[in-house]
Every structure is written in structure tokens, then in C-alpha cells.
């Protein structure tokens, strides 16, 4: 008796008779919920390590606040429609490009703040309160984040792993920020253009390096 090899084509075929698109609400809500649960656990995580700053219902009124938290917002929402991209075979990185849009839209108020401050005081703009923790604390509390965001692309069939894993490490560090945000006690731009950023591109760096493999399917 003879027995007649499948082809690569009636394989393929065969693999994918029974698959049906997914729409791109569906990967979005899957990558919210795992973003909003890994969120809850940073919250929990924040308050038990360094608890909320004392004077947050007084601070929510200052625009350097809300500017801060709103570079904060703004990268998570870009890295959070490029995952959302990402997580799909078809994906293309030409988008990649408005990852720095957040950055630069709010790189003038930093440069108002160094503009309107004598040279001798930018010291305190840059360093702020608690510059040496800040950066790593951040890091600490995008954990649970990167692996709620994990647990939705397990679901999914990304075939750029490195982007994937990359946008996916900079998606948790900046909705960790935004996190960090209630205990933060520095709000001017320098600061968080600086040292937020740094948590965004070690975040970036490192999913990159665990993305070929945490989210392989």
C-alpha cells in the first residue's frame, strides 16, 4: 500500500479551513483587558511599596500635573494601537513612526520650564524628589501590565516578534506611569521627559529581547 504525502498547500489548507477573521475590536478588547487587570495589580502594588502622595487631591488641580500624566496617557495609547496592529500575521511597522509624537508634543513644555528657570535651578527640574527610584519603580510596576498584555497576545498570531515584543514592553512601562503617577512627587516636564522616558526605552529594549520567545505562537 501506498501512502501519499500531504502537500505543503493541502497542509496550509487543511490548518487554516476552519479559521475564522477576527475583528479588530475583539484584539482590542482582549489587550484592555489584560492591560486594565495587570493595571489593578500595579495599583495594589504601588500602594503597598510607597503608598499615594499625601497631596494628590490638591496636585490633580495643576496643569503640570495633568501634562505630566498626559505624556503618560498619550504613549500608552499609541503603544496600545500599535500592539493592537502588531498582534495580527498581516502586521506592517510603517506606523512605528508616531511612536515619538507624545514625546515631542510635550518636549516644549520642558523647554518653556528650562526657559523661564536660571541655569543655577535646573538642578531641582531635572532630579525633582525621588529621581533615583522613579525610573525603576516604574520598571517594578509595568510587570503585571507586561503580563496581562502577554496574556492577550497568547491569543493572537503576531509574526514580528521583536516589534511586538518591544511595543508591548513600552505599552506596560507607560500605563505603569500613569500608575506612578499617584505617587510621583515631581511634576515638572524635565523631569518626566527624562526620567519616565528612560523606564519607557529599558521597558522597550527588554521586551524586545523576551518578545521572540514570550510570544511566540
Given amino acids: 500500500m501506498i501512502t501519499v504525502q500531504p502537500t505543503t498547500d493541502a497542509l496550509v489548507e487543511a490548518l487554516v479551513a476552519r479559521l475564522r477573521p477576527v475583528s479588530q475590536g475583539t484584539v482590542a478588547l482582549r489587550l484592555a483587558a489584560g492591560a486594565i487587570t495587570g493595571a489593578a495589580v500595579s495599583i495594589l502594588l504601588l500602594l503597598t511599596l510607597v503608598g499615594a502622595r499625601p497631596d494628590l487631591l490638591s496636585v490633580v488641580q495643576s496643569p503640570r500635573f495633568w501634562g505630566k500624566a498626559g505624556y503618560m496617557v498619550a504613549t500608552a495609547a499609541v503603544s496600545l494601537f500599535l500592539a493592537a496592529r502588531l498582534a495580527r500575521p498581516s502586521s506592517r511597522i510603517s506606523l512605528l513612526w508616531i511612536i515619538p509624537i507624545p514625546l515631542l508634543a510635550y518636549a516644549p513644555a520642558a523647554i518653556v520650564e528650562l526657559a ?20 525603576w519603580l516604574v520598571l517594578i510596576l509595568s510587570m503585571p501590565i507586561y503580563a496581562g498584555l502577554w496574556w492577550a497576545f497568547r491569543s493572537f498570531a503576531p509574526t514580528r516578534m521583536d516589534a511586538a515584543g518591544a511595543i508591548t514592553g513600552l505599552c506596560a512601562s507607560a500605563i505603569a506611569s500613569v500608575v506612578y503617577c499617584l505617587h510621583c512627587p515631581t511634576d515638572t516636564a524635565v523631569f518626566a521627559l527624562v526620567w519616565y522616558t528612560l523606564a519607557f526605552a529599558i521597558a522597550a529594549v527588554l521586551g524586545r529581547a523576551v518578545g521572540s520567545r514570550l510570544l511566540r505562537w
Avoid: E, I
Wanted: glycine share 10%; charged share 0%; net charge neutral.
Fill in 116 to 135: 523661564t528657570t536660571p541655569s543655577s535651578q535646573w538642578a531641582p527640574l531635572l532630579l525633582g524628589q525621588g529621581w533615583q527610584l522613579c525610573t
